[in-house]
């Protein structure tokens, strides 16, 4: 072989292998918060489907443990995340229970349907319930032990938090777990989600923090940022703050070593005259970089380069959901599959809207 043809076949494998790198980074996929508090909501399988064949959507998280659901995404590669409800919490400490719980929601559907995670309520500790809080840690035990006793080992455990798991969050280098709460519940609780490899999740939704005057920071948008006289660093964007005070609650105790989830995050798209924050261009904006990020290596500044697992809240908009028109309209699409606006994650040749 010439050494001519050698350079242009070396160069045909260099452009090769950087186009394909850059496909791969490009195309990662990310999660979705699959509600189902509307009377109006296509069936599951419709959604199974769907989510596999026109979008990038690649895991879904429940609220509960839908059979419906699960049986929908029976053979896909779609990652799934079942919940057990706030309710449910004080009886999985108990190990019959917890078997029994596995032996109706786990069993019947895994390995077929790729259910990933267990999550052990929702945002407990900021519900104040004493019997939720108390027995959160020893139910997630529980639960992880029948796990493992009905061999689905490789299925992880955790539960996720507010920002309201955190004091002093801002600025994020001030950041501490909640004095109370921190050696109580937060400190086993890493414990246990270090010793069996399963993440931290957070939900952080800088859509409630957000003001007119700090409209920008919360959506991404440019702004002066927020100075941390500590560390030195200006924060550009309210979400990078919010994980940042995460992790340096997590470095402040030495268990920085967890990974973190982000379990939920969103915006809603219209809300009622007084909710200002409520508008596709917002929702838009806000949504679209963290897919974004979810995609790309970007992370934070404590954390650059992170790819965080993040699950998108939600997929359908949901018009029984109760309280504000706001809290109806969280979804990236309407219930006839409609995107309700663009962020990027259409297969290509797929609908688009503005």
Same mark, same amino acid.
């Given at each position: 072989?010439? @050494?001519?043809?050698?350079k ?17 980074? @490009? !195309?990662t ?6 509600g189902?508090?509307?009377d ?15 979008t990038?959507?690649?895991?879904i ?6 059979p419906?659901?699960?049986?929908a995404?029976?053979? @896909? ?9 706030n309710?449910?919490?004080?009886g ?5 229970t ?26 407990i ?5 004493k ?5 959160l ?9 029948a796990l ?5 080992? &490789?299925?992880?455990v ?17 950041a501490?777990?909640r004095?109370?709460? &921190? ?6 609780m ?7 490899k399963s993440?931290?999740?957070i ?12 409209s ?31 992790? !340096? ?7 920085? &070593?967890?990974e ?15 909710e200002a ?5 917002n929702?838009?904006? /806000? ?11 970007i ?8 790819? /965080? ?10 018009n ?8 109806k309209n969280?979804?990236? /699409? ?7 606006y ?13």
């Amino acid at each position: 072989m010439s @050494t001519t043809r050698s350079k242009t076949t070396l160069l045909l494998l260099l452009l090769f292998t950087t186009v394909f790198l850059h496909l791969t980074a @490009t !195309t990662t996929a990310i999660g979705v918060n699959y509600g189902t508090l509307g009377d109006n909501l296509p069936p599951p399988a419709k959604v199974a489907e769907f989510l596999q064949k026109k979008t990038t959507i690649d895991r879904i998280k429940l609220f509960d443990a839908n059979p419906e659901i699960l049986r929908a995404f029976a053979n @896909t590669s779609i990652s799934v995340t079942v919940t057990v409800g706030n309710g449910d919490i004080p009886g999985m400490v108990q190990a019959s229970t917890a078997q029994k719980w596995v032996e109706d929601n786990i069993a019947p559907y895994y390995p077929e349907t790729k259910i990933i995670r267990v999550t052990v309520g929702n945002e407990i500790l900021k519900s104040a319930v004493k019997d939720w809080i108390v027995n959160l840690v020893p139910a997630m035990k529980s639960l992880h032990k029948a796990l493992v006793n009905a061999g689905f080992k &490789d299925i992880q455990v955790s539960t996720p938090h507010t920002l309201s798991l955190v004091e002093h969050s801002e600025p994020p280098s001030a950041a501490r777990f909640r004095v109370g709460y &921190d050696k109580q519940i937060i400190v086993p609780m890493l414990q246990f989600l270090r010793e069996t490899k399963s993440p931290l999740m957070i939900n952080p939704y800088p859509y409630f923090g957000w003001a007119p005057s700090i409209s920008d920071y919360a959506l991404f948008k440019p702004n002066k940022g927020i100075y941390d006289e500590t560390t030195k660093i200006t924060y550009m964007s309210m979400f990078d703050a919010i994980m940042d005070a995460v992790y !340096t609650s997590m470095k402040a105790i030495d268990y920085d &070593d967890i990974e973190i989830v982000i379990a939920e995050t969103g915006w809603s798209s219209a809300g009622d005259p007084e909710e200002a924050a409520c508008s596709v261009e917002n929702a838009k904006a /806000f949504n679209g970089n963290v897919a974004r990020r979810a995609t790309e290596s970007i992370g934070t500044p404590l954390m650059p380069k992170k790819i /965080f697992e993040t699950y998108i809240f939600a997929l359908f908009n949901e018009n029984l959901k109760p309280g504000s028109t706001s809290e109806k309209n969280f979804g990236l /699409f309407k219930p006839d599959f409609t995107p309700v606006y663009d962020i990027g994650i259409m297969k290509a040749g797929q609908q688009q809207v503005r």
